[in-house]
């Protein structure tokens, strides 16, 4: 029998983990066991989109708990209904449809099976960089090694990889393929945003040889990059679109929104998830939405975002990647040990797959006075 006295022992040891321990939260700021305040760069990986524990959003949680904590989508359910319409009046036409989910990978990998049904191909196109999941159906299409290996081992079809950003590439797409994956701004790939035109001409492949187009906004979207969608961002509107991360701002919750090509003919029982879209999720997610309205956080991401950028090339980065506050600062040397140098500092940032970015992901609250301050301790980090 286990016992608490075990401690971390208990737990499987998959995690790299910054050295802090957590005890409150608020806004942009932790807390940990020895009263330190630590300034939040990172968001909890893009998570924290209102703050830590912005009070409507634990309000609004706490209330719908006492009320009805759970039921499956057995029964229909208010939130549900009004969380779907709030979406889909967000995001551009058509996508008119939303099936509510749990993960980033769970989205992705509906949006995936949706193309796979709809054209009735297997064959996946993603991107050089590109990050999916941990399900065994997203790690086929996520870029890595290990990730393939995983993938081939389940029986998985590994996904045709092209170039970043490659237009000519993009005939890789063809009348053998189900969809093209991308996330219009890679996260764990360093904050890489695609062009304009090559997301359009993406649009225009896929119409051309009956493919879908998926965006992956797990991490892009809900106003990180200056746009509810970075589809409105950029212009180009994908079949499927699935969103997570900051939905929820911390409660688990993720959505697939749909446009006709992919919701036409769909049944009961075509797809399903116990706990997706249940009561404290939805309410979690509409407070997320309420307070994003209400304290203009996509223009606030892109004001501040700008801010950041500014600053980081004011201090001879390289090169700053992404769009709003999903930036990656091309360092020009290892980036780790410049995030070792802000943890000393207590400022939580990010790294990325390339090892020379240094990724900011901060809440999308974050303040004028907050980002100077990242500056600052990012100055002294680089001296």
């Not at 939260?25 to 932790?30: L, R, T, V, Y």
């Not at 990172?42 to 634990?58: D, E, F, L, N």
């Not at 170039?163 to 000519?168: G, I, Q, T, V």
């Not at 991360?245 to 749909?258: I, M, Q, Y």
């Amino acid at each position: 029998m286990l016992t608490t006295d075990r401690g971390a022992d208990a737990l499987l040891p998959v995690y790299a983990q910054f050295p802090v321990r957590p005890v409150s939260a608020s806004g942009s700021w932790i807390v940990d066991e020895a009263g330190e305040r630590w300034l939040d760069a990172y968001g909890g990986h893009a998570v924290a989109s209102t703050g830590h524990c912005h009070p409507h959003v634990v309000r609004a949680i706490a209330e719908q708990a006492g009320r009805l904590l759970f039921y499956s989508t057995m029964l229909s359910h208010p939130h549900r209904e009004r969380l779907a319409s709030r979406l889909v009046e967000r995001s551009p036409a058509p996508l008119d449809k939303v099936f509510l989910c749990n993960t980033g990978a769970e989205a992705n990998e509906n949006a995936m099976l949706l193309a796979r049904k709809r054209t009735g191909r297997s064959a996946i196109v993603a991107v050089e960089g590109g990050w999916h999941g941990r399900s065994v159906a997203c790690q086929a299409v996520t870029d890595g090694a290990k990730y393939e290996q995983t993938a081939r081992l389940a029986g998985m079809p590994v996904a045709r990889r092209i170039p970043f950003d490659d237009l000519a590439a993009l005939d890789a797409i063809d009348e053998t393929v189900a969809a093209f994956l991308v996330e219009p701004v890679q996260g764990m790939g360093g904050a890489r945003a695609c062009s304009p035109a090559f997301l359009r001409a993406a649009r225009a492949r896929c119409d051309a040889v009956g493919a879908a187009l998926l965006f992956d906004e797990v991490q892009c979207g809900v106003g990180r990059c200056g746009a509810f969608t970075a589809a409105e961002l950029y212009g180009v509107v994908p079949d499927a679109l699935s969103l997570a991360k900051g939905l929820g701002s911390g409660f688990p919750v993720a959505a697939v929104l749909v446009g006709p090509m992919l919701s036409e003919g769909i049944t009961i029982g075509d797809l399903g998830s116990t706990f997706g879209g249940g009561p404290l999720a939805c309410a979690a997610a509409l407070a997320t939405l309420d307070v994003m309205d209400a304290e203009g956080l996509c223009g606030n991401a892109a004001r501040i975002g700008a801010r950041l950028a500014e600053g980081a090339r004011a201090l001879g980065v390289r090169r700053v990647e992404g769009h709003g506050l999903l930036l990656g600062l091309r360092l020009g040397r290892p980036a780790k040990a410049v995030q070792q140098r802000l943890l000393e500092r207590r400022v939580l940032t990010g790294t990325a797959t390339d090892p020379e970015i240094l990724r900011l992901l901060p809440p999308l609250t974050f303040t004028e006075a907050e980002a100077d301050l990242v500056l600052d301790a990012l100055k002294e980090a680089l001296a």
